[in-house]
């Protein structure tokens, strides 16, 4: 769930899911068609998509966690804009067709009970959501995000880290409610600007950064494990995970 993804990437296209009855790579909540393109000039759905499952062992970019994947791309976002309304179609999208994770990048201060009632929608459909912790230095257990702090089972929050395995100076943390860090700092992705594009521009300059980006390493263990365990039920993989973690002193208060 995010701005889209440029499909055509070089990194990205044959990891990008396939829609058999339109041939679309998902769903675009504004347009209400199957053309999820992102294009709305931040290129984050592009950047998520690439630490999730950009191409392995193909010599070009970047790889993402899990290297042969299927992402949906369901557009909810654009120039920095996204409602409940877009956010909810891009998930009944995403249930009816056969979703198993979501990726859910944002997060807000205020609590939406159609939100919450469609996550828990997608929990008894068996999907996992996974949610980024967010960017405002907060502890959400004093001062709740959300969807972060739903309380629904399917939900695995995620905090961000330094290549250090510190926190992240802007990651919000939370000692219930947010499950575990994953790295989120220094990172080189894939971009929308064009099919061979990627940020920084030759692996330097303006950092990219942010609990975002730590959500997407996270579902692409969480599709790694599914992969691994397909007749697994979302709780035992959540478990699965949570165990394989490696505890940091650091993060001792901040996360499960």
């Known amino acids: 769930l995010d701005t ?15 829609n058999p009855f339109d041939g679309g790579h998902g769903f675009n909540a504004f347009t209400g068609t199957n053309d999820p393109d992102d294009n709305d000039g931040t290129s984050h759905g592009t950047m998520v998509a690439g630490v999730l499952g950009a191409v392995g062992n193909n010599g070009k970019g970047v790889c993402g966690v899990a290297w042969r994947v299927q992402m949906m791309a369901c557009k909810c976002f654009n120039n920095g804009t996204g409602s409940d309304s877009t956010i909810i ?27 919450s009632n469609a996550i828990v929608a997608v929990r008894d459909a068996g999907i996992i959501w996974v949610a980024s912790a967010g960017n405002n230095s907060l ?7 959300y969807p972060t702090c739903y309380g629904i089972d399917n939900i695995v929050a995620v905090t961000a880290t330094t290549r250090n395995d510190v926190l992240w100076s802007l990651s919000n943390y939370g000692a219930t409610h947010v499950a575990l860090a994953a790295p989120g700092d220094q990172l080189f992705t894939t971009f929308a600007a064009s099919d061979s594009y990627y940020w920084p521009p030759n692996g330097l300059g303006i950092n990219i950064a942010g609990t975002s980006f730590s959500a997407p390493y996270v579902s692409g263990a969480l599709a790694l494990l599914l992969a691994k365990y397909p007749t697994e039920n979302y709780h035992q993989i959540i478990q699965r995970l949570l165990k394989a973690t490696d505890p940091l002193h650091s993060l001792a208060g901040k996360c499960v």
């Open 139 to 145: 502890n959400v257990e004093v001062t709740p995000s």
């Open 89 to 115: 179609a891009c998930i009944e999208y995403a249930r009816t067709h056969g979703a198993k994770i979501i990726n859910a990048s944002f997060d807000s201060p205020s609590s939406s009970l159609t939100l």
């Open 4 to 18: 889209g993804i440029r499909a055509t990437h070089e990194d990205l296209a044959s990891n990008m899911w396939v």
